[in-house]
T-cell receptor
Framework: QKEVEQNSGPLSVPEGAIASLNCTYS??????FFWYRQYSGKSPELIMF????GDKEDGRFTAQLNKASQYVSLLIRDSQPSDSATYLC??????????????FGTGTKLQVIP | SQTIHQWPATLVQPVGSPLSLECTVE??????LYWYRQAAGRGLQLLFY??????ISSEVPQNLSASRPQDRQFILSSKKLLLSDSGFYLC???????????FGPGTRLLVL
């Protein structure tokens, strides 16, 4: 069973629309959740993190966390072609101690159509 | 601000040859350091992590090794590369608080 699951996509949305990316995780003890954006051929870039249930907004990005249902989502408002990338969800391993292990999903590819 | 460097950016090596990839971090002290590999179409696999100089832990058994000779330097090595070692190697650093990790630009390795 995968610890962090994401739909691989591609998810295609028209320019200006809201893109909704979802992630589920298996460890109920996880406390920290991260979204990374990875352009083709590049390294992942951290765009959001969330620790508490509810929504966290940063510009056009909103992260949503529901610990009871064990899912975390990322909403991108007013999607732009430059948002086209693979989005990786990452979840902390609560048993990793001082070295702070996170487990990554395989990512969802987003395509924003002009 | 913190900066993380990796080199080389790309590398093509024959099977059986040695490997040395280097990662350095600037602008922070005593970071946690990580080596990941991303195979084509696959997720990020944690290979090694280090919480301090000379302290290396391996996540998966493999053909690779890691060393941390200085506080902000992390090296990934192999004595003899395998075809299966091909991939995108990413170094990351993290602080002591929440588990936020920041990635370097990566090294793309092709073993032929």
């Amino acid at each position: 069973q995968k610890e962090v699951e994401q739909n691989s996509g591609p998810l295609s949305v028209p320019e200006g629309a809201i893109a909704s990316l979802n992630c589920t995780y298996s460890d109920r003890g996880s406390q920290s959740f991260f979204w990374y954006r990875q352009y083709s051929g590049k390294s992942p870039e951290l765009i959001m993190f969330i620790y508490s249930n509810g929504d966290k907004e940063d510009g056009r990005f909103t992260a949503q966390l529901n610990k009871a249902s064990q899912y975390v989502s990322l909403l991108i408002r007013d999607s732009q072609p430059s948002d086209s990338a693979t989005y990786l969800c990452a979840v902390n391993d609560p048993r990793s101690g001082g070295y702070q292990k996170v487990t990554f999903g395989t990512g969802t590819k987003l395509q924003v159509i002009p | 601000s913190q900066t993380i460097h990796q080199w080389p950016a790309t590398l093509v090596q024959p099977v059986g040859s040695p490997l040395s990839l280097e990662c350095t971090v600037e602008g922070t002290s005593n970071p946690n350091l990580y080596w990941y590999r991303q195979a084509a179409g696959r997720g990020l696999q944690l290979l090694f992590y280090s919480v301090g100089i000379g302290q290396i832990s391996s996540e998966v058994p493999q053909n690779l090794s890691a060393s941390r000779p200085q506080d902000r330097q992390f090296i990934l090595s192999s004595k003899k590369l395998l075809l299966s070692d091909s991939g995108f190697y990413l170094c990351a650093w993290g602080g002591r608080g929440p588990e936020t990790q920041y990635f370097g630009p990566g090294t793309r390795l092709l073993v032929l």
